[in-house]
């Protein structure tokens, strides 16, 4: 049962243009939304996030935004750049009273973006 | 350091083996949490510290597979009787805790089980 899904195993973008990943969900008890990006051979580091009460959160060149009735978020990366190639998490953290900090990941989207 | 860090980067084991795994979280991380990573897929919960205390084991595969942070700093990640399935990254992280929801992840140990 893959609750956080990212069905899109991959993406390819010229430089300068803009990265659109996207991000399904379907448990509606998940109440935080957090992108993670990792590079081969180390751990994925935090990238942005999202709280459920917000639609819209802009950190420079990315902005996550979240369709609570669609069970739908996305990151935007605009522009794009070469050193943004990489594999995209996106991953959800249940409500506070149940389980803090135990974050269900989707399988990845690998970015690669040509110069 | 100033990163969690994990040790062995690499480990490969027979099936049967026992296997224990390290996890040096950031100074001062309240937070430590253990993820399993198959090929191609992305990380799932193991289980969660809170300084000493195992709050959620809720992840863990089987009763193969044990973690401890005796002194809530240091955490180990144990599985006996290892058996292929078991071949995964396993990465760990650390937070502040409290409300802080960002963590901080390890490079992992890539196991493998032969």
């Known amino acids: 049962d893959q609750q956080v899904k990212q069905n899109s195993p991959s993406l390819s973008v010229q430089e300068g243009r803009i990265s659109i990943l996207n991000c399904d969900y379907t448990?509606?008890?998940?109440?935080?939304f957090l992108w993670y990006k990792k590079y081969p051979a180390e751990g994925p580091t935090f990238l942005i996030s999202?709280?459920?009460?917000?639609d819209k959160n802009e950190d420079g060149r990315f902005t996550v935004f979240l369709n609570k009735s669609a069970k739908h978020l996305s990151l935007h990366i605009v522009p794009s750049q070469p050193g943004d190639s990489a594999v995209y998490f996106c991953?959800?953290?249940?409500?506070?009273?149940?389980?803090?900090?135990?974050?269900?990941f989707g399988q990845g989207t690998i970015l690669t973006v040509h110069p | 350091g100033a990163g969690v860090s994990q040790s062995p980067r690499y480990k490969v084991a027979k099936r049967g083996q026992d296997v224990a795994l390290r996890c040096d979280p950031i100074s001062g991380h309240v937070s430590l949490f253990w993820y399993q990573q198959a090929l191609g897929q992305g990380p799932e919960f193991l289980t969660y510290f809170q300084n000493e205390a195992q709050l959620d084991k809720s992840g863990l595969p089987s009763d193969r597979f044990f973690a401890e942070r005796p002194e809530g700093s240091v955490s180990t990640l144990k599985i006996q009787r290892t058996q292929q399935e078991d071949s995964a990254v396993y990465l760990c992280?650390?937070?502040?805790?409290?409300?802080?929801?960002?963590?901080?992840f390890g490079s992992g140990t890539q196991l493998s089980v032969l």
């Open positions: 992280a650390s937070s502040f805790g409290g409300n802080n929801e960002k963590l901080f």
């Open positions: 991953a959800a953290r249940g409500h506070r009273g149940t389980s803090y900090g135990k974050l269900t």
């Open positions: 448990n509606s008890m998940f109440d935080y």
């Open positions: 999202i709280s459920s009460i917000k």
